[in-house]
């Protein structure tokens, strides 16, 4: 298991933006970099979704819900990804979580993102 720590989540109003960060301090960056990556949250009572992914190095997959607002990008080298959000709305409101290697690879902690109305 590789470890992911998130930062960047907050609170924020409606219309705002947040970027987050994802690292792997521990990790080499090939390692890092060998598998997919990307970001999934949970809003309370719901179950766990995914935001944004790279399915390979440069090709990307959106939820519907976030497509044109949301932007995933990775610094290969400094083994960082990065969610930059923009035109948040309150249904954004969750814990947002890194993922390597999909459903079965590597979680950090999460991050919570709170957009208030």
């Known amino acids: 298991q590789v470890q992911l720590v998130e930062s960047g989540g907050g609170l924020v109003q409606a219309g705002g933006s947040l970027k987050l960060t994802c690292s792997a301090p521990?990790?080499?960056?090939?390692?890092?970099?060998?598998?997919?990556l990307g970001w999934y949250r949970q809003a309370p009572g719901k179950e766990r979704e995914l935001v944004a992914t790279?399915?390979?190095?440069?090709?990307?997959v959106y939820a519907d819900s976030v497509q044109g607002r949301f932007t995933i990008s990775r610094d290969n080298s400094r083994k960082k990804l990065y969610l930059q959000m923009n035109n948040l709305k309150p249904e954004d409101t969750a814990v947002y979580y890194c993922?390597?290697?999909?459903?079965?690879?590597?979680w950090g902690q999460g991050t919570q993102v709170t957009v208030s109305s």
């Open positions: 521990r990790t080499i960056t090939s390692v890092f970099n060998s598998a997919s």
């Open positions: 790279f399915t390979s190095i440069r090709d990307t």
């Open positions: 993922n390597r290697g999909g459903l079965l690879g590597s």
